[in-house]
Nanobody, 113 residues
Framework: QVQLVESGGGLVQPGGSLRLSCAAS????????GAWYRQAPGKERELVAS???????NYVDSVKGRFTISRDNARNTLYLQMNSLKPEDTAVYYC???????WGQGTQVTVSA
């Protein structure tokens, strides 16, 4: 069974940056398609960014130009680089790998002055 462990969340001022990591367990694991979601209290879970098997990426409009999804297959790790952070980005962020029906435990990102 594949498990995903997230790290990199925290408190940051508006305009700051964070990089989230999502590390998969197992030596036989290989990332294919992957995605990052976020959910704020009282709001629906939102797909933020996705990366396809061959590397193409998609982003929700609100983060385009600020966030970058990437992966390092050799390290079994999915990343979300977040720049120019805004208070509206505050949420719990979850990584997802559909091939294994695996979700990260969630990591809190708080953007506040």
């Amino acid at each position: 069974q594949v498990q995903l462990v997230e790290s990199g969340g925290g408190l940051v001022q508006p305009g700051g940056s964070l990089r989230l990591s999502c590390a998969a367990s197992g030596s036989g694991f290989r990332f294919t398609a992957g995605a990052w979601y976020r959910q704020a209290p009282g709001k629906e879970r939102e797909l933020v960014a996705s990366i396809a098997t061959f590397g193409s990426t998609n982003y929700v409009d609100s983060v385009k130009g600020r966030f970058t999804i990437s992966r390092d297959n050799a390290r079994n790790t999915l990343y979300l680089q977040m720049n120019s952070l805004k208070p509206e980005d505050t949420a719990v962020y979850y990584c997802h790998v559909p091939r294994y029906d695996a979700w990260g435990q969630g990591t809190q990102v708080t953007v506040s002055a």
